[in-house]
């Protein structure tokens, strides 16, 4: 026990001795003048992972070499660090620095897929802003305009995919709110919105039933001017509804709503 003991004390002597001297190191470094040496050793923490170190170091030599043959790799260097540091938006920022000041090096399509990749990071849940969203499906854009032969493409397309698809999860989430908060004249607006950005969406036949029921209880509570025309355009939307899909399960509660509507109009 003893001797366990006395081998876990000097190991731990050993550890704090390396993690001063490593500290040590890099104090050194960074209030050093030699401008060389510093980015030498920016270099050796970067290739050991060591983000932070290398950032910071980076952070004071860029501005000396800006211009030179070495900026190129400080940029992409620097861009990276903000990356694994989790500061995408800075990341951004730095790669497409790179990629708009070295257009033709073997690097520039890297930069460019990463500007899409930090946004893509970026982009929130559904049901919240969507801004990065939509600059991460313009960045993606762009990398599949100008590298169309990249290996990156499937997976800039897949991602590009999945971001749509939250596009369309909010649209649809948001229209249906007016619906909830009995706003059907909002409803059937956005509603119908949702459908023509997004023709194709997992969440049509759920759409076209609310704003045909929208439609109907728009109806229900319109004015007397306004509610043949009303019923006439809800029994429309359940001819479009109900020719899609006629199998639906809430097909039925369509078919009373169409009833309902066309013993109105016979009323009038």
């Not at 004249?185 to 459908?195: D, E, M, Y």
């Not at 043949?228 to 809800?234: A, I, K, N, S």
Request: positive net charge; hydrophobic residues 35%.
């Amino acid at each position: 026990m003893k001797k366990a003991f006395l081998f876990k004390s000097l190991f731990s002597t050993i550890l704090i001795v390396a993690l001063f001297s490593s500290c040590s190191d890099f104090q050194k470094a960074l209030k050093s003048k030699d401008h060389a040496m510093k980015f030498n050793k920016a270099k050796q923490y970067y290739e050991k992972e060591d983000w932070y170190r290398a950032e910071a170091l980076l952070n004071d030599v860029m501005p000396i070499y800006r211009g030179t043959e070495q900026a190129r790799e400080m940029n992409l260097m620097y861009a990276y660090c903000q990356y694994n540091l989790g500061e995408n938006i800075v990341a951004v920022y730095y790669f497409k620095n790179y990629s708009r000041t070295w257009t033709n090096t073997p690097e520039t399509e890297e930069a460019d897929f990463m500007v899409a990749q930090c946004l893509y990071e970026e982009s929130p849940r559904y049901n919240l802003d969507q801004s990065n969203t939509l600059k991460a499906i313009e960045s993606m854009q762009y990398f599949i305009n100008m590298y169309p032969l990249s290996s990156r493409i499937d997976s800039v397309t897949v991602l590009q995919g999945l971001l749509k698809k939250r596009l369309e999860k909010k649209s649809f989430f948001d229209s249906k709110q007016y619906y909830m908060l009995q706003n059907y004249k909002s409803a059937v607006i956005s509603l119908r919105n949702t459908l023509r950005d997004f023709p194709d969406t997992e969440y049509r036949e759920e759409i076209m039933f609310l704003i045909l029921k929208s439609n109907y209880l728009l109806a229900r509570n319109s004015i007397e001017e306004l509610r043949m025309e009303r019923l006439q355009e809800t029994i429309n939307e359940y001819y479009a509804y109900i020719d899609e899909f006629p199998t639906s399960p809430r097909s039925k509660e369509a078919e009373k709503i169409y009833a309902s509507c066309v013993k109105a109009i016979k009323r009038q």
